[in-house]
Structure formats: structure tokens, C-alpha cells
């Protein structure tokens, strides 16, 4: 089936690109920036920049089955200006008008239109239970989302099924609510919003690409979709189970008065109060991977499968002139073939589809083929410290491993070895062991043991998850 996404690098819309490919779609996305997107959604999706009116969004329509609209500026977190009202109403409605308007001129238009909307269309409803049926509010969001609605919802007229989905908070380590929370909670110190007694509709960004795929094959289901667990929190128990799952110590609240003089009318994003249910994803037989929201957020924080150690030295190690300090050990059954996932891990060009947005990963010099000795130069970003890093290829199996060493780069030592062993036709496991070891003597230990192994274990749990959305998964006992 081909898809074509609009807002393909954004948060949801990195890690549908990933799960689409993973399920054998051909995914093509619109987006502003080709070579920032190539950085960050991997091999094998086609890229379109060029489109400027319906007329040339048409002829990519025509060709396609299913459109994906993730379009939209974020709205939290900052303060709303009439400046910054015209940008949400113009990459969601202006945006979703263009897609209807191309479908309104295609001769062979897609079957379905996926486009995003929010639970904030239901307004300040406190604890009282929401779902599709349920009447819409009259604040400024339920305004914004109707209109948003309205613009999608005029490709019926062309034949098309359309589904309105409306999503709620989405949890994932590396973007929305929870990237801005776990900070402070890493900290020792935590928060709530408010009172803490507003309800919070969260799902989980796996449950969100799941449920999209889920619209998308089941034919009947049209019209609003709200995407969220049939579990809200409030608040502060959502800050509660966050604390125990970090180092947090302390849970204080921010009064509304000061979320007021900090956002000004966008404090109502933050604390507005939403038990949206899921009604039609339930009643279509939908089921949720993850429903209660300790298990959401501790695979988030502590991914598992992923072992930091102190590392015993090896031949291989001594081979290369140094002892290790640690070892990073990592596995992950696949649904894909050992030849597939092979080709999947030894392309540097998937490297910024698995990295985290926050390292602003950049590739600067990449060969026409991987091979031995070849080497391959990039560039991350840490706030605004730029961090340059070569790496050359020491061993290539096809289809088996292949080991990279760090040339240049911050660590004193870095080796990276990949592992892809078959388990049957269709299925294989991949395996990491990256030993390393840090510059700085003692205070390089300390370090290490307050912030890069933390985040190594964040940047790895990450890669691991990109990796079972792109080639699938299947679940078995491994021992790394």
C-alpha cells in the first residue's frame, strides 16, 4: 500500500514512518527540509519538498492509497500570541484544506485520509467521561479542532473515508509532555500542574502508530477516533508514578496563577481536565499494548534488554591498544529475516531514523558502499556544544556482524559490534556490545556515573525501539 505523511519528522510522525515501513507499506512523506528529513528518517522513504499548491500536491495523490496528515505546530508549553495563533491555524487548518482541495482534483483519489485532531476538542470537561458521541466545547482549542475537522472531513464529498483522530497526551521518552517532565524528575524534583486533579488522557506513542494502522484497515471506521488509554490519570497521580520511577524526591505544585503569567492563555493546554475514552478503537476490537500507565512510562525510562557493566578485558579489546572501562550490551528479536535486518543495521543512512532527536544527529561524509576500512564521519549536537565523530569499519561479515571503532570522538575508546543471527526463514535476533571507555580519570568516572551512562542507556533504548517499529517484533526470552 502507498502512504503519504505530512508532518513524517515529527515526533508521532518519526516513529509511524518506522512502523508503516516495518508493516511493508511504501511511504513517501511531505516535508520542508529534504536533507534535514533524509538525516532523519532512514533509508527507502521518498521524499517530497517540492509542492507549493493542490495542483502539485495532486499528482502524488493520484498514486496513492492512503494520506496521513501529523501536520501541526506544538501548542504546549508555549505562550499563545495572535502571531502564534496564525501558525496553529495555518499548519493545521490551512494545511488540511490544501490536502482536501488536491483530492478534490484527483481523478484517482486515496481511499482514506488519517488526519490529526486532539481530545482538547471536548473543552474543560473535568471528570465527566467523553468519548465520540460526546458534544464538543467552545474555548479556543474546540474551535481550532473543529475547523481542523471540518477541513478533513471535506474529502467525503470525494469519495473519500476519513477518520478524525483525536489524540490525546502522547507518552514516549523523546518527545511531548514526558521529555519535558522527566528532567526535573531526573533531577530529584518533581511536578504537577494545577490542582493535579485534572484528568489526563494519555496513550502511549506505540499504541498511537498502532492505532493508526488500525483506521487504516478497518473499513468502517470513520468519523472522530480518539486515541487515548481507557485509563486517564489526573495529575498528580500521573507525577506520582512518574516519582517513583526516577530520582524524584519532591512533588511540588505550579499554581495555575503562575502557569498563567509564564503561557498566558496556552495555561489552558496544561491544565484543562479530559476522561476522553476510547469508545470506537474498543468497540472495533481494538487492543492496547499498553493500558495502565506505570507499565507505559517504566518502558520508557528503563528500557529493557540494556546492560551497562564494567567491562573485562578482552583479546579484542587489547587488539585494538586499550582495555575497556564498561560494556553496553543490548538484544532484540525481530520479525525480519537475517538478511533484511542486516542490510537494515549495516546502512549508515538509517543512523539518524534510530538516534534521538535531542543529539541532532548529522551525517558529513558517508562512502557509496559500506564495506572494511571504510569510514564514516558525523556530527551530534549536545545543547550547543557541536561534537564531531568519525568512525571506521575493522570487521564486515555480510549478513552475519560487522564492528566500528571510533577514530575521533569523545570517548577515549569506543567498538561497536553488531550481531544479526537468524532464528528461523523469517526471524532473527540483533545484538550489541559497544565496550568503551571515557576520557578524564576520576572525575571522567564520576561523570559517567551521573550522566553518560544514563544516557546511553536513554539513547539505546531508543535506538532498540525505532529498530522493532522499522523490522518488527517478536517476543522471546533473550540473554545478553
Known amino acids: 500500500m502507498k502512504v503519504l505523511i505530512v508532518g513524517a519528522t515529527g515526533f508521532i510522525g518519526k516513529t509511524t514512518v518506522a512502523f508503516l515501513q516495518g508493516k511493508g507499506h ?228 505550579v499554581p495555575r496563577f503562575v502557569l498563567k503569567l509564564v503561557f498566558g492563555e496556552g495555561e489552558v493546554v496544561l491544565t484543562n481536565s479530559q476522561n476522553a475514552l476510547p469508545s470506537k478503537l474498543l468497540k472495533f476490537g481494538f487492543r492496547f499494548e499498553y493500558e495502565s500507565l506505570k507499565p507505559a512510562l517504566k518502558d520508557e525510562i528503563y528500557p529493557e534488554e540494556i546492560v551497562v557493566s564494567k567491562s573485562d578485558s578482552t583479546d579484542e579489546d587489547l587488539e585494538y591498544g586499550r582495555k575497556a572501562q564498561y560494556e553496553l550490551k543490548t538484544s532484540v528479536a525481530l520479525n525480519s529475516d537475517q538478511e533484511k535486518a542486516f542490510n537494515f543495521f549495516s546502512s549508515p543512512l538509517n543512523l539518524g531514523l534510530t538516534t534521538p532527536s535531542w543529539l541532532n544527529f548529522k551525517i558529513t561524509e558517508i562512502p557509496l558502499s559500506v564495506s572494511k576500512e571504510c569510514e564514516i564521519a558525523y556530527e551530534i549536537r549536545l545543547w550547543f556544544i557541536p561534537i564531531k565523530w568519525r568512525t571506521s569499519i575493522l570487521e564486515w561479515d555480510p549478513h552475519e556482524s560487522f564492528v566500528d571503532i571510533q577514530k575521533s570522538g569523545p570517548y577515549k575508546l569506543w567498538i561497536h559490534s553488531h550481531f544479526v543471527e537468524s532464528t528461523s526463514e523469517n526471524t532473527s535476533i540483533m545484538r550489541d556490545i559497544v565496550r568503551y571507555s571515557v576520557p578524564g580519570g576520576p572525575l571522567g568516572r564520576l561523570i559517567h556515573f551521573l550522566v553518560i551512562k544514563k544516557s546511553l542507556i536513554r539513547i539505546f533504548g531508543y535506538r532498540r525501539s525505532m529498530i522493532r517499529m522499522r523490522l518488527g517484533h517478536v517476543t522471546c526470552d533473550l540473554s545478553i
Not at 521518552?173 to 531526573?186: A, C, K, P, T, V
Request: hydrophobic letters at 40%; aromatic letters at 6%; proline letters at 3%.
Open 26 to 253: 511504501e511511504v513517501s512523506a511531505w516535508v520542508r527540509d529534504i536533507e534535514k528529513a533524509t538525516g532523519m528518517l532512514g533509508d527507502g522513504v521518498e521524499l517530497i519538498s517540492s509542492i507549493k499548491n493542490a495542483e502539485g500536491l495532486q499528482q502524488y495523490l493520484e498514486e496513492t492509497d492512503v494520506v496521513i496528515n501529523l501536520a501541526g505546530r506544538p501548542l504546549a508549553g508555549i505562550r499563545w500570541t495572535g502571531k502564534k495563533k496564525i501558525e496553529f491555524f495555518e499548519s493545521r487548518v490551512t494545511v488540511t484544506n490544501l490536502i482536501s482541495d488536491a483530492i478534490s482534483i484527483c481523478k484517482n483519489p486515496p481511499k482514506v485520509l488519517i488526519s490529526a485532531s486532539a481530545v482538547g476538542i471536548y473543552g474543560n470537561t473535568g471528570s465527566i467521561s467523553v468519548d465520540e458521541e460526546s458534544v464538543v466545547g467552545q474555548d479556543y482549542l474546540s474551535e481550532l479542532c473543529l475547523q481542523w475537522e471540518a477541513a478533513a472531513n471535506r474529502s467525503k464529498n470525494f469519495g473519500v473515508r476519513v477518520c478524525n483522530i483525536r489524540i490525546g497526551i502522547v507518552l514516549g521518552r523523546e518527545g511531548g509532555m514526558l521529555q519535558q517532565l522527566i528532567q526535573s524528575f531526573d533531577l530529584g524534583i518533581g511536578s504537577y500542574l494545577g490542582s493535579g486533579k485534572q484528568r489526563v488522557p494519555w496513550i502511549h506513542v506505540v499504541d498511537v502508530v498502532r492505532a493508526i494502522t488500525f483506521c487504516i484497515d478497518n473499513k468502517e471506521l470513520n468519523g472522530p477516533v480518539n486515541l487515548t488509554s481507557p485509563h486517564s490519570s489526573s495529575g498528580k497521580e500521573f507525577a506520582r508514578v512518574l516519582a517513583s520511577l526516577t530520582n524524584a524526591r519532591f512533588i511540588i505544585p
